[in-house]
């Protein structure tokens, strides 16, 4: 099955970190750029940030630039979200998504979500 599976969401306070995973089953992730968004109630979803496939070129939103960082081991055909100084506005499901690359905005494989709650 091909498919895009996240992990590592769960629950922390302000200030805290999270390290998300997104991890391609049945495909080689080292082919895709991958896109991490995220969308919180009632909210449009947004863009966080990207890798391409190299992993040589990454870019962030505005609201998580020097508190996020994308990486990826395409050996181990996984990407991650280090997640640093979290925010109540960080609170969101979110999402992995792999594209030809970080300025394609069509998406081969989605993965189902994973919940960030930053709360005291």
């Known amino acids: 099955q091909l498919q895009l599976v996240e992990s590592g969401g769960g629950m922390v306070q302000p200030g805290g970190s999270l390290r998300l995973s997104c991890t391609a089953s049945g495909f080689t992730l080292a082919d895709y750029a991958i896109v991490w968004f995220r969308q919180a109630p009632g909210k449009e979803r947004e863009g966080v940030s990207c890798i391409s496939s190299s992993g040589v070129y990454r870019n962030y939103a505005d609201s998580v630039k020097g508190r996020f960082t994308m990486s990826r081991d395409n050996a181990k055909n996984t990407v991650y979200l280090q997640m640093n100084s979290l925010k109540p506005e960080d609170t969101a499901v979110y999402y992995c998504?792999?594209?030809?690359?970080?300025?394609?905005?069509?998406?081969?494989?989605w993965g189902q979500g994973t919940q960030v709650s930053v709360s005291t």
């Open positions: 998504a792999a594209a030809g690359s970080c300025r394609i905005y069509d998406y081969d494989y």
